[in-house]
């Protein structure tokens, strides 16, 4: 780490990459805040500037982004008693009780200030792990590396869904998708159909756009109506900062949040509305007045906001060290850097050592930046959430539009963007959740590659996967997540088979 | 018939299209590489698989969602005239170009979510997309659809 880190830093202090943080931050809060609209809409809104800006800003506007949505979603949650994002629903539970007592600015500064509390605690595990896991990864041959991408397959389909055979028809159709252009060993063109756009395979961009963006301006249609209560009540400046009473009593709502978030956030597709669920549980249990919970208490609200802040240092743990996304909107940073021509994994660490420190610079600074327009606007900002749809809408499709067609100016991209679109639709009226799918997409190459390279060196033999310990392990692991969900509802002796949990998208 | 019965037939349908296109890809075996086809029979196994498994769920009633719930509620019908919006949209960009057609699209959208004022789709129509053209177009320099029937007219003149 050393001299590379600090050279992260300096990198990151650049003014041009500051401004991307802070609007990045600022267009977080806005998106996380609006009911209906979420951090992946306000990603997604914003690729197309990532296609032509240096990979550094790129990445500080995205990280902004994500830090900015999850502070933002506590907003809504707070004031009108409807979470901006899902990680947000738990916040509702203490923050708006406090806010209708006639308290909002009370609410929102516990709130601000354990999202930064949770952002930092997760940025430490990040810059602490994040290293020390490449070094470790980069040990990995072609069987580890395949059984590692398995796992990374394996988990998202078995725990970010409701059933455990969707997950993986979710993420076969994706590798299925990923087989479409050249072939990434020898380069051959696959099932192309003579069409020369196929050849190169479908552009990632257009696909997650598609894929994220239309069953949300589906929901925008539906919800264009809906009119919110909002809780009267000034904000005044001096309120919006934390008191030190304030920060006492949530400080160990603080610890257990920022430690479940963070934990959660590691593995791949468990996300903020468990983690949320998670923390807010364990504080309670761990309280000395439990019964106060659900009236309005700064733990109630300190340890959800510092869990679902701490699941983004979590969630860029796998994706930066890994190239396994933690979760959807880490898929479309994957997505985003790929067209940069940095594709994250262990090699990030060495070829592009710099740019990986700058990324979880990026990470500190969007945490600090985030808090900081939190506690001086959001005075300002929940002025938003009067914001008419009418205009939010048209501008969302045709920012999917611009965010289609940029990367190759293709107006083939943008049918594969509305046909993804409508792909995700379907899977949406299925019950079949999208994520596992992206996974595939990102990581199917890789895994193909993987398992070519190692019967190839193996001379067909598939022993090669069970020889390594650490290729065992994770088959093991993944055999177990597979089956886990399938135990679990055996001893439960449910009605449906599956594992329930809430979806991840944010 | 019920959704995850459709959905089964339906990929047990995919599946087996993929697995004879599988059959005309070249084999390309070399080297010891076991070739390029080895993936996909692999998916087109476990597609088949999966589907069989989501066939077997729902004839034993334990799949959700259980039965089709098409209503034509006033939302629904919304949607369904915003995604054909949207695809005439990106069908007359190429023609037209990306203001006039993004004008278009947000006035009818505006119109659609029932604002009724005039001035105010105008106004919003043509303002916001002439930012996002300076934004995008001018400032970050992305090359914006300019429509070939209109460079036809302007060439004309």
Redesign the interface.
């Given at each position: 780490m050393g001299i590379e880190f600090f050279q992260g830093f300096l990198l990151l202090l650049q003014p041009i990459n500051l401004l991307a943080v802070a609007a990045g931050s600022i267009a977080g809060l806005i998106f996380g805040m609006i009911p209906g609209l979420t951090t992946t809409t306000c990603i997604i809104m914003f690729l197309?500037?990532t296609?032509?800006m240096d990979p550094v800003t790129s990445v500080a506007l995205l990280l902004g982004i994500y830090t900015g949505g999850m502070s933002g979603g506590s907003f809504s949650a707070i004031l009108i008693n409807i979470p901006g994002t899902p990680s947000a629903s738990a916040t509702q539970i203490d923050g708006f009780p406090m806010a209708k007592r006639g308290e909002p600015a009370r609410a929102l500064s516990i709130s601000i200030t354990a999202s930064l509390v949770g952002g930092l605690f997760s940025f430490v595990a990040l810059a602490l792990f994040a290293p020390q896991l490449a070094n470790v990864a980069l040990q990995f041959k072609t069987p580890e590396l395949f059984a590692l991408i398995f796992f990374g397959i394996s988990i998202i389909s078995s725990f970010a869904v409701?059933?455990v055979?969707?997950g993986?028809?979710s993420a076969?159709?994706g590798?299925?998708i990923c087989?479409i252009g050249q072939?990434p060993?020898?380069g051959?063109g696959?099932?192309t159909f003579d069409n020369v756009n196929l050849l190169m395979g479908f552009n990632i961009i257009p696909i997650l756009v598609g894929l994220f963006a239309f069953p949300e301006?589906?929901n925008i249609?539906?919800e264009?109506?809906t009119a919110h209560e909002k809780v009267k009540g000034a904000l005044p400046f001096r309120k919006i900062f934390p008191s030190w009473a304030d920060f006492k009593v949530a400080g160990m709502a603080n610890f257990i949040g920022s430690l479940v978030g963070t934990f959660i956030g590691i593995l791949p597709g468990a996300g903020g509305p468990i983690a949320i669920f998670m923390a807010y549980d364990y504080t309670r249990k761990f309280s000395k007045r439990p019964e106060k919970y659900g009236t309005g208490i700064p733990e109630g609200i300190a340890s959800v906001e510092a869990a679902n802040s701490a699941v983004c240092g979590g969630a860029l743990i796998p994706t930066m060290t890994l190239g396994i996304p933690g979760d959807g909107i880490t898929a479309i940073i994957i997505g985003a850097l790929i067209i940069q021509g940095l594709a994250p994994g262990p090699l990030l660490f060495v070829q592009h050592a710099s740019f990986a420190y700058t990324m979880i610079a990026a990470y500190f600074v969007a945490n600090w930046i985030t808090a900081l327009i939190g506690y001086l606007g959001v005075r300002w900002i929940v002025k938003l959430l009067d914001l008419?749809?009418?205009?939010l809408?048209?501008?969302i499709?045709?920012?999917c539009?611009?965010g289609s067609?940029?990367p190759r100016?293709s107006?083939f991209d943008?049918?594969t963007m509305?046909g993804f679109g409508?792909l995700g639709l379907g899977m949406r009226?299925?019950?079949?959740t999208v994520i596992p799918m992206v996974l595939a997409i990102v990581l199917g190459d890789q895994l193909?590659s993987h398992?070519?390279l190692a019967?190839?060196?193996s001379?067909?033999d598939i022993s090669i996967f069970f020889a390594s310990p650490i290729s065992l392990f994770f088959l093991l692991l993944s055999a177990f997540t597979i089956l886990f969900p399938f135990i679990m509802q055996r001893k439960k002796k449910g009605?449906?088979?599956g594992f329930d949990s809430k979806g991840t998208d944010q | 018939m019920t959704p995850n019965r459709f959905g089964a037939f339906l990929l047990i349908a995919i599946s087996l299209a993929y697995g004879y296109f599988t059959l005309q890809q070249p084999k390309a075996q070399a080297l010891g590489d076991p070739g390029l086809t080895l993936f996909p029979w692999i998916l087109t196994l476990f597609l088949l698989f999966l589907s069989g498994l989501l066939l077997v769920q729902d004839l034993r009633g334990l799949a959700l969602p259980k039965r089709f719930s098409f209503a034509f509620t006033p939302a629904g019908v919304r949607s369904a005239i915003g995604l054909t919006l949207i695809f005439v949209y990106i069908c007359v960009m190429p023609y037209i170009g990306f203001f006039l057609s993004s004008v278009l699209l947000f006035g009818s959208i505006m119109w659609l979510v029932d604002e009724r004022r005039p001035l105010i789709i105008f106004g919003f129509s043509c303002g916001v997309t002439l930012l996002l053209f300076l934004f995008f177009g001018v400032l970050f320099q992305i090359p914006l659809p300019k429509g070939t029937l209109l460079q036809e007219v302007f060439l004309w003149a």
């Open positions: 197309p500037l296609f032509v409701k059933s055979v969707k993986f028809i076969v159709l590798l299925i087989t072939d060993i020898r051959i696959r099932f301006i589906i249609f539906k264009v109506m008419p749809k009418a205009v809408l048209p501008l499709i045709i920012t539009f611009i067609y940029a100016n107006f943008v049918f509305f409508l009226w299925l019950q079949i193909e398992l070519r019967l190839t060196s001379q067909g009605t449906h088979l | -």
